[in-house]
């Protein structure tokens, strides 16, 4: 059974940097997309960013890119997000996902039904 634990949030105030860590156990994983999502209340799931666990190859929405940035330790198993000049627009749970497919577009990376396993989720929250 495949577990992601995620970890790193926390409380920051805007412009500061913050770096999530998502840890695969279970399986190992030498292919597929691992992702990061965020929810904040009252709004719907939205797609962070997205990762390649054979070549690299990275996705992000418009909203993160040029701030955020996806990698992954492939002998760790682990995939981080690099998140700097938070906004308070970024507060939200952000979520850990595993997909056994890889991807090659944003038309599959960002829907959350791609996705076969997630995380518990990490709070994310930035002051004003």
């Not at 749970?93 to 518990?120: E, I, L, M």
Request: proline share 2%.
């Amino acid at each position: 059974q495949v577990q992601l634990v995620e970890s790193g949030g926390g409380l920051v105030q805007a412009g500061a940097s913050l770096r999530l860590s998502c840890t695969a156990s279970g399986r190992t994983f030498s292919s597929g997309t691992m992702a990061w999502f965020r929810q904040a209340p009252g709004k719907e799931s939205e797609f962070v960013a997205a990762i390649r666990w054979s070549d690299g190859g990275t996705y992000y929405a418009d909203s993160v890119k040029g701030r955020f940035t996806i990698s992954r330790d492939n002998a760790k198993k682990t995939v981080s997000l690099q998140m700097n000049s938070l906004k308070p627009e970024d507060t939200a749970v952000y979520y850990c996902a595993a997909s056994d497919r890889a991807y090659y577009s944003g038309r599959y990376y960002k829907p959350a039904s791609n996705y076969d396993y997630w995380g518990q989720g990490t709070q994310v929250t930035v002051s004003s």
